[in-house]
């Protein structure tokens, strides 16, 4: 299946506001629209590093100096945590008859000469109207509310121990090409998941608070968030509980649900070098999240993967060029529990699968939330096998190897394919620079590997093979010629020694 291009279309849940019709005055919403935070502490409504848009009225919305009026996200405190805890949300009743909660009196705008989209206050009732004006504006790229995203289900009762996803996706034989490395760090984008699991500690990195912007160094965690950092990267062979999907590291970014905090999430993982985001809520057809899935895929050569939406039944959701949707399969390929439509761009186990859970435990859960994180980790595994990988190329071998069960485009169920784990990993070891030549001259040693711009290359020696004992080669001469990469040690040491030719991101 193909991407779609860049540009706005109406949020599906949202085109009564952005219609004209009347809103409904704010108040709470029930606990399946926007869940209460797990964890958390009231938080002030000043956060330091942030700023609050200064409010616009209805006469500056045409104005040329509007941009005076907007705060970029990463620097935009949009008062979405104080909403959230007065649970104060602007409501709206959908097309299909479905309540969508949104952070009150904002309105998330992308100016075209901007890098980031930014936030901008408006009057109390009246984001529909900003909206339109908004949109009707040449210098505006798009614009959206700033919904409060749902998480994509919830786990039920333990049933069994058995990760039949597997042997679906062919683990084992990607694990005998590599089992993931922490260099790779994927971010769980949620409620904080249990840090200190037994399962997850030893693959687990200090996060990052996205409402109060902080660290988070613990937490004891929800289950949602906890099952889809072991879908991930449960420890893998450490004798405990079960596997991940590689021993990747992760680490939590906590959000209530709004998107300008999965915005500033992504753009937080991005700018720390993490180059996997994995975000189990709905939203994907975000232009805001376009954006910020594109800052990740420039900045750190990362992916954003999303959930597709539990449920059944056709889904308009825009396909985002930069935002990886995943669907749902059970232990027999089958589609199950997931909305259907050109937005899907893979599918992966995530009925019935079993996982990390709070408390120290586990247990069986169903949803594309699941889904999702299981296709980060492989991500994540990928680009251990070969760092120097880029985006495009990852997602060119999940579509090359991925398992074809059914049409794509508008009636997609699968998009590409159900994941091929194995099959990717494959043919990621493929594309690892083997050494052509060796030549020793004038006591110099020099490896020759096939070249392509963008990964970087260095030479490491070694006078074992054996773990632990590699080392940069100090001074390394490198030269490139018709597609071919030179790497001379310039002062080898006395006897036998190894060398290998190591790839990092570009």
């Known amino acids: 299946m193909g991407f779609g291009g860049l540009g706005w279309l109406p949020t ?5 506001l952005a219609g004209g019709a009347a809103p409904l005055p704010y108040g709470d919403v029930a606990p399946e629209i926007v869940a209460p935070a797990a964890v958390g502490t009231n938080l002030p409504g000043e956060i330091p590093g942030r700023r609050i848009p200064a409010l616009t009225r209805a006469a500056d919305w045409d104005s040329p100096q509007l941009t005076n009026f907007a705060v970029p996200l990463p620097e935009a405190n949009t008062r979405a945590h104080v909403h959230f805890q007065q649970r104060r949300f602007g409501r709206e009743q959908s097309g299909n008859g479905e309540l969508v909660a949104f952070n009150p009196e904002t ?4 100016f075209r000469d901007w890098t980031h989209p930014a936030a901008l206050r408006v009057e109390p009732l009246r984001e529909g109207e900003a909206l339109r004006a908004m949109r009707a504006r040449p210098d505006v790229q798009y614009a959206e509310l700033d919904v409060f995203q749902r998480r994509q289900f919830t ?8 990760q039949y996803h597997h042997q679906i996706i ?11 490395s922490p260099a790779v760090r994927i971010a769980i984008v ?39 950092a072991g879908m991930a990267a449960a420890g893998l062979g450490n004798g405990v509980g079960v596997a991940g999907a590689g021993n990747c590291q992760v680490l939590p970014l906590n959000i209530n649900g709004a998107t300008s905090e999965m915005y500033n999430a992504t753009v937080w993982a991005a700018n720390h070098g993490v180059r996997v985001v994995s975000i189990s809520w709905s939203g994907a057809n975000s232009d805001v999240l376009e954006t910020a899935a594109h800052y990740l ?10 959930s597709a939406l539990d449920g059944s039944g056709p889904c308009n959701y825009t396909n985002q060029p930069d935002i990886y949707c995943v669907a749902m399969t059970d232990d027999a390929d089958n589609f199950t529990g997931t909305q259907f439509g050109s937005y899907i761009d893979f599918s992966a186990p995530g009925w019935r699968v079993f996982s990390t859970a709070t408390g120290s435990g586990y247990v069986t859960g169903s949803g594309t939330s699941y889904a999702t994180p299981l296709f980060c980790g492989v991500v994540g595994v990928l680009m251990s096998i070969n760092p120097g990988l880029g985006p495009d190329e990852i997602i060119g ?12 485009g508008r009636d997609s169920f699968y998009g590409w394919g159900r994941i091929d784990f194995a099959a990717a990993a494959t043919a990621a070891r493929a594309t690892r620079p083997l050494i052509a030549n060796v030549r020793w001259e004038n006591g110099q040693v020099t490896m020759e590997v096939a070249w392509r711009p963008g990964p970087r290359y260095s030479l490491a020696r070694s006078p074992t093979l054996a773990p632990g004992q590699w080392q940069p080669v100090v001074g390394a001469i490198l030269a490139t010629n018709v597609g071919t990469l030179s790497l001379t040690d310039p002062a080898p040491p006395p006897g036998p020694t190894f060398y290998r030719v190591q790839l990092a991101a570009p």
């Open 12 to 16: 599906p849940a949202l085109a009564g």
């Open 107 to 110: 309105v998330l705008v992308k």
């Open 155 to 162: 786990p039920d009762d333990p049933l069994f121990g058995n």
């Open 170 to 180: 062919g683990s084992a034989q990607a694990w005998d090409i590599s089992r993931g």
């Open 190 to 228: 949620d409620t904080p998941f249990q840090m200190n699991h037994p399962d997850l500690a030893g693959n687990t990195g200090a996060g990052w608070d996205v409402v109060a912007n902080g660290p988070v160094t613990s937490a004891p965690g929800i289950v949602h968030s906890t099952f889809c």
């Open 297 to 306: 895929r420039t900045n750190t050569a990362g992916i954003l993967g999303m």
């Open 397 to 408: 071998l999940l579509q090359a190897t991925a398992v074809d069960l059914g049409p794509s």
